[in-house]
């Protein structure tokens, strides 16, 4: 593992900083990433004979920390984990001020915001080594972890954790049919998307986290096959609709899907050609969301949203170099597009 900011010793004076009469929280993002790594980090404190009491799931998005205090004054909280939730990056203000009034601890894999008031109890790896992939690492100091090698394969391929080389071997030690030409293609591939199709249709990640500790997988793949379906519908309309402005090499579409699927369906284009693959669609009848997908690429798109967004009221953005979202006012649509193609 690479570690930006802190490291494995970071965590564990954290952890033996927690007392039995504390309250824990475990705050994490609504996937794989944040699903996988809350489940090992919950197995870490029970094996230290530690209880959480109170965990929620959290989507990207402006003022995401807003009334979190409220909620964690009521459950008496004094330890906070945060794992994969990028709070530096989209709700700043907010961290700050949540840290000010709560003991907490922050791993994540999302770049660091150079504004961070202090590095203190901050833990940030580089991309590819996702917050799954850390926690699972840090684990293996308090119990077997090797019957989670499934999930922590599973969240790896999803977040493309492979384009390491080291990552890689470990993900070929694990699962024999991972190949190198395509990594999705694959036992782990498959579960990855099964949970993620499956999160798109119940947006109640606490039941699918449930599904996962008690591997039962019914219902998972279940709802994920409508969603399958769902998405293939768009990708053809993607297909055949979408605007293309060549000297970018950038596809843009405006869909209406049923489900929240406009990551995939850029992701799964973005993935059989070069190219830059966006996909906007309302979350409300005030604002869009558009997910930007490059993964055979080298442009960094996570710049692109961020020059998308400048001088945009009330827009948020940012990720990875390969994938990365932001969410702007309906309004702002075409000023956002010019700001991006200039």
């Known amino acids: 593992m ?10 564990l004076g ?3 900083s927690i007392k039995k009469e504390d309250k824990i929280a475990i705050l994490t993002h609504t996937d794989l990433d944040g699903i996988a790594s809350s489940i090992f980090l919950e197995k870490i404190l029970e094996s ?7 965990l929620d799931f959290f989507g990207y998005k402006p003022g995401m920390l807003d009334d979190l205090s409220i909620k964690l004054n009521k459950k008496n909280i004094t330890k906070v984990f945060l794992t994969d939730l990028n709070v530096d990056g989209n709700d700043l203000v907010g961290f700050e001020k949540l840290r000010k009034n709560f003991n907490i601890l922050l791993i994540d894999h999302h770049p660091p915001n150079p504004n961070l008031e202090t590095h203190v109890n901050i833990i940030k790896n580089h991309s590819e080594d ?5 926690l699972y690492n840090f684990a293996k100091k308090f119990f077997n972890i090797c019957e989670w090698n499934w999930l922590v394969c599973a969240a790896m391929v999803e977040e493309w954790s492979f384009k390491d080389n080291d990552n890689l071997e470990f993900l070929k030690s694990k699962c024999k049919d991972i190949k190198d030409e395509d990594p999705f293609d694959s036992e782990p591939g498959r579960i990855s998307e099964e949970i993620s199709y499956a999160l798109k249709f119940n947006k109640d990640a606490k039941k699918i986290y449930n ?7 019914k219902e998972i793949k279940r709802t994920s096959a409508i969603v399958s379906k769902e998405i293939d ?7 055949e609709n979408a605007e293309y402005y060549k000297d970018k090499n950038l596809y843009f579409y405006y869909g209406k899907p049923k489900f929240d699927i406009g990551n995939i369906v850029a992701t799964k284009l973005s993935k059989q050609n070069k190219g830059i693959y966006c996909y906007a669609s309302n979350i409300d009848n005030k604002r869009i969301r558009i997910s930007f997908r490059n993964n055979l690429g080298e442009e960094d798109v996570s710049e692109i949203v961020k020059n998308g967004i400048k001088g945009l009221e009330d827009a948020e953005g940012g990720g990875h170099k390969r994938a990365s979202a932001l969410s702007i006012r309906t309004q702002d649509l075409e000023k956002f597009k010019e700001n991006t193609l200039k």
């Open 233 to 239: 519908k768009n990708i053809a309309k993607f297909k």
């Open 14 to 16: 954290f952890l033996d």
């Open 48 to 54: 230290k004979g530690l209880k959480v009491s109170f």
């Open 211 to 217: 599904s996962i500790k008690k591997n039962d997988m």
């Open 130 to 134: 996702c917050s799954a992939w850390v």
């Open 2 to 11: 690479k570690f930006l900011i802190g490291n494995e010793q970071v965590f």
